[in-house]
């Protein structure tokens, strides 16, 4: 029943019957004392340039839903970011596991120190599986934009090259995992970080890539 409540939304996602927005996407709000709250004009951003350049019909406020909660299961898109620590439980880990084979996927952008905890808690999730890096000629790079090196850098933070990550599930990708690249930040206001309009543009387009990605895959 779950997969076919995000299958509808997949379809509502081409064929909206309306002018009213058809999906909502979430933010995931997890324990730990990391700041899952951060980047807040992040993601009303980039569903707007969704919406205006990608032909979407998405909801301009996207939800919060926390990670044990049965209501994630009533969004096909969550992101997750922040800088510190990240806890699951185990029945949050069980929730997020069912949600994400059942037809869900996780957008994981590090902002710079999430790196070492999501990896340990993303175990508890998929014990059997590991973040593989996609290749630049994944699709996921090569929607409505095209990213011919993979995922851009956008902060320097550590100077380290950005990476992108994914977790696959018999042969799905359900969780997308963008490192050293900090695509949140990009977008942003222009006024939190002072990024110039390419670099924003560069974040906006890989952000609208992977939610393109996600419903026509």
């Known amino acids: 029943m779950r997969k076919i409540v995000l299958i509808i939304f997949v379809c509502l996602y081409f064929f909206g019957?309306?002018?009213q927005p058809t999906i909502q996407?979430?933010?995931?709000?997890?324990?730990?004392?990391?700041?899952w709250y951060a980047n807040p004009t992040s993601l009303p951003n980039l569903i707007k340039f969704c919406n205006q350049n990608t032909g979407t019909n998405i909801n301009p406020d996207n939800a919060?839903?926390?990670?044990?909660?049965?209501?994630?299961?009533?969004y096909p898109f969550v992101h997750m970011t922040g800088h510190g620590n990240v806890i699951f439980s185990a029945v949050e880990a069980q929730n997020l596991r069912n949600y994400l084979i059942g037809g869900g996927f996780l957008h994981i952008d590090d902002n710079y120190g999430i790196n070492q905890y999501?990896?340990?808690?993303?175990?508890?999730?998929?014990?059997?599986?590991?973040?593989i890096e996609l290749s630049p000629n994944h699709p996921i790079y090569h929607q409505k934009f095209d990213?011919?090196?993979g995922?851009?850098?956008?902060?320097?933070?550590?100077?380290?090259?950005?990476?992108?990550?994914?977790?696959?599930?018999?042969?799905?990708?359900v969780c997308y995992y963008s490192y050293e690249s900090d695509l949140g930040d990009?977008?942003?206001?222009?006024?939190?970080?002072?990024?110039?309009e390419p670099v924003r543009q560069k974040a906006l387009k890989m952000g609208a890539d992977i939610i393109q990605y996600v419903f026509t895959q």
Request: aromatic share 12%.
């Open 17 to 19: 019957f309306s002018q």
């Open 147 to 149: 990213f011919p090196k």
């Open 25 to 35: 996407i979430a933010l995931l709000k997890y324990n730990g004392g990391g700041d």
């Open 118 to 131: 999501v990896r340990r808690e993303m175990k508890k999730v998929f014990p059997e599986l590991d973040f």
């Open 64 to 74: 919060v839903v926390e990670v044990g909660s049965a209501d994630i299961f009533n």
């Open 151 to 173: 995922i851009p850098k956008i902060h320097e933070h550590d100077g380290k090259l950005a990476q992108g990550f994914g977790i696959i599930y018999k042969n799905r990708l």
């Open 186 to 196: 990009g977008w942003e206001d222009p006024d939190v970080h002072h990024d110039s």
